[in-house]
């Protein structure tokens, strides 16, 4: 399977202006065009391609995501619903909840699919250690 090249989604007029220009890249990302005879955002035939629905990235383990079930997860409870073949998705708690469902599931070794578990438990148990001080 051949990987479809995207096309670079950079600022209209990057070039033109010397704060957005070369050796500037974070300035050189998209923003939205929004002027009444802007080209781009007309879609005219030459100009730089718009942002639109389409123009994704396929991101390296969404597969092994995309063959599991989801399993929404509000409490520590929930966690015995996971089973074989199956993700937990951390529904929207506080951040106390969140510690104890985050540790249950790290010690349980479930795969929560839109969490980073290592890097969210450390940086709520800093912010939590920070306002304790």
């Known amino acids: 399977m051949t990987e479809k090249k995207?096309?670079?989604?950079?600022?209209r007029?990057?070039?033109?202006?010397?704060?957005?220009?070369?050796?500037?890249?974070?300035?050189q990302v998209w923003?939205?065009?929004?002027?009444?005879?802007?080209?781009?955002?007309e879609k005219r035939k030459g100009y730089p391609i718009k942002v639109m629905i389409g123009f994704r990235t396929e991101k390296k383990g969404r597969d092994l995501i995309q063959d599991m079930k989801p399993v929404r997860i509000l409490n520590v409870r929930d966690l015995e619903k996971?089973?074989?073949g199956q993700t937990a998705f951390v529904g929207k708690v506080g951040n106390k909840k969140r510690i104890e469902i985050l540790k249950a599931a790290k010690e349980k070794k479930i795969l929560v699919a839109n969490l980073n578990v290592k890097r969210k438990l450390k940086t709520i148990e800093k912010k939590i250690l920070g306002e304790k001080k």
């Open 31 to 41: 923003r939205r065009a929004k002027g009444r005879h802007n080209k781009v955002r």
């Open 13 to 27: 007029n990057w070039n033109l202006k010397s704060r957005l220009g070369k050796g500037r890249k974070k300035k």
């Open 82 to 84: 996971v089973g074989k």
């Open 6 to 11: 995207l096309p670079k989604f950079i600022r």
